[in-house]
T-cell receptor
Framework: ETGVTQSPTHLIKTRGQQVTLRCSSQ?????VSWYQQALGQGPQFIFQYYREEENGRGNFPPRFSGLQFPNYSSELNVNALELDDSALYLCASSPQTGGNRAFFGQGTRLTVV | DQQVKQNSPSLSVQEGRISILNCDYTNSMFDYFLWYKKYPAEGPTFLISISSIKDKNEDGRFTVFLNKSAKHLSLHIVPSQPGDSAVYFC?????????????WGLGTSLAVNP
């Protein structure tokens, strides 16, 4: 059983640029959630995807968007990067929407300069 | 508005003693609570959970207690080991339609000293 994997592990971008982060969900999991964790904070829910459709969204602007593919892998896209977008981005998969336990990847550390 | 609060940013405990990590919540709709452990440069890993219909759940050295009337839960680690040193996050969830998301506290950094 493969775990949740995220790529890249580290990334440096310039303010105003766009970034795409990728996540492969754990085998058999059809639900993927994305979280942003700023330094010294707990993870904040960005959005969740279930069977290729957005299934809930947190308090993030529209420049944060996502995709889920037929194999349940997912992308997080952020446009017009701002300095405050610098954070650890975590992907979590779970076996079903409405399920309680989520399994996390190691995260992508994004730095915006 | 922090719905899940971990008021102690750090805790230091001697090896072999008990570690008690606390968590308070404000949303009475939360019906499931989880504790995650996070090492630097790794994603959070699930530790233990408890449903709101229970007041205690135990798994080896880890026990979670839930006091619904006080909207408080705690994680007990007995005996504490140096490998337990990590950041511990309390998370809560409530079902909203077909969606369930986790609301997280800010974390408590536990240091277990040999």
């Amino acid at each position: 059983e493969t775990g949740v994997t995220q790529s890249p592990t580290h990334l440096i971008k310039t303010r105003g640029q766009q970034v795409t982060l990728r996540c492969s969900s754990q085998s058999g999991h059809n639900t993927v959630s994305w979280y942003q964790q700023a330094l010294g904070q707990g993870p904040q829910f960005i959005f969740q995807y279930y069977r290729e459709e957005e299934n809930g969204r947190g308090n993030f602007p529209p420049r944060f968007s996502g995709l889920q593919f037929p194999n349940y892998s997912s992308e997080l896209n952020v446009n017009a990067l701002e300095l405050d977008d610098s954070a650890l981005y975590l992907c979590a998969s779970s076996p079903q929407t409405g399920g309680n336990r989520a399994f996390f990847g190691q995260g992508t550390r994004l730095t915006v300069v | 508005d922090q719905q899940v609060k971990q008021n102690s940013p750090s805790l230091s405990v001697q090896e072999g003693r008990i570690s008690i990590l606390n968590c308070d919540y404000t949303n009475s709709m939360f019906d499931y609570f989880l504790w995650y452990k996070k090492y630097p440069a790794e994603g959070p890993t699930f530790l233990i959970s408890i449903s709101s219909i229970k007041d205690k759940n135990e798994d080896g050295r880890f026990t979670v207690f839930l006091n619904k009337s006080a909207k408080h839960l705690s994680l007990h680690i007995v005996p504490s080991q140096p490998g337990d040193s990590a950041v511990y996050f309390c998370a809560a969830s409530a079902k909203a339609g077909n969606n369930r998301k986790l609301i997280w506290g800010l974390g408590t950094s536990l240091a277990v000293n040999p």
